[in-house]
């Protein structure tokens, strides 16, 4: 009979990066759901600095096709019917027109002022908790240590060699599973230092009052309206990798993920076995 491998519990993730990682699970979907509100005032998007109402870059809208109302979703120059989750949300005989379906909203509700209210408040919590967790990371070596790759972690053949187990949902075992590998980092560092930055100062440019004080800011993103559309574009980014990042820890192991993200340990496997 094979022996099982012996394991041990080794410290994975301080009290710091626990407590900001639990706040942002529930920060960032206040601001996901509260964010749509905001969205189906005008479930449009456009570039450049002014709506260009009769070419969307993206819309949901309902249209009657043979008479009878659908849900149209348009990207580019393509479009979809989503009669019943977009443009055209509910269950058959209670729909209405909205960009996102009503459970996807805070509030359930149409109400634009009760949405900002709730989108601007969470987003300066997000924003106390991120300068936390950096400040954290920078001075505490975090960054530095953990999440910045190596030198032979950022060459393409160590790269590609990485993609290629985690395909095949092969993750790492024993010492290396002590660390981060390198597509973690790099995924970690692409939310952390581009996506969350982008969303904090496109979210900047749509408030009137921020507008005034540095104008110059929504010049830099190209105007107004391409501010907001990368906005929404970085919020999907972030929530594909909140799918993924869920989907990563289930496949890989979800108590000890968990377990290791509540308690801060990790359980590895340790050469030798037991009966």
């Known amino acids: 009979m094979a022996d099982k491998p012996a394991k041990t519990l080794v410290k994975r993730h301080s009290v710091v990066t626990r407590l900001t990682h639990w706040v942002n699970v529930l920060l960032i979907a206040v601001l996901l759901m509260s964010g749509l ?3 189906n005032a005008h479930p449009a998007l456009y570039w450049g600095p002014a709506s260009t109402f009769a070419d969307p870059w993206v819309a949901m809208q309902k249209e009657e096709i043979g008479g009878e109302p659908r849900g149209i979703t348009t990207v580019g120059g393509m479009r979809f019917d989503t009669t019943g989750l977009f443009g055209w949300s509910g269950k058959e005989g209670m729909r209405e027109q909205r960009g996102f379906p009503a459970w996807a909203t805070i509030p359930s509700w149409r109400d634009l002022a009760t949405g900002r209210r709730w989108h601007f408040f969470f987003a300066w919590l997000f924003v106390v908790n991120g300068f936390i967790y950096l400040a954290w990371s920078l001075l505490g070596g975090h960054l530095r240590k953990d999440l910045w790759p190596t030198k032979a972690q950022l060459s393409p053949r160590h790269i590609l060699h990485e993609i290629g187990t985690h395909a095949r949902l092969k993750f790492p075992k024993g010492e290396e599973a002590r660390r981060y590998n390198a597509l973690q980092k790099l995924t970690y560092l692409v939310v952390i230092l581009l996506l969350l930055p982008a969303m904090l100062l496109t979210g900047l440019c749509m408030s009137p009052g921020f507008n005034a004080t540095a104008p110059w800011l929504v010049d830099v993103f190209g105007g107004r309206q391409s501010a907001r559309t990368i906005h929404f574009i970085s919020a ?4 594909l990798f909140v799918l993924v990042h869920v989907v990563m820890v289930i496949v890989s192991g979800l108590w000890n993920n968990i377990r290791s993200m509540i308690t ?12």
């Open 37 to 39: 509100q905001i969205f």
């Open 236 to 239: 999907n980014l972030i929530v």
């Open 264 to 275: 801060g340990r990790y359980a590895i496997e340790i050469e030798g076995g037991q009966p």
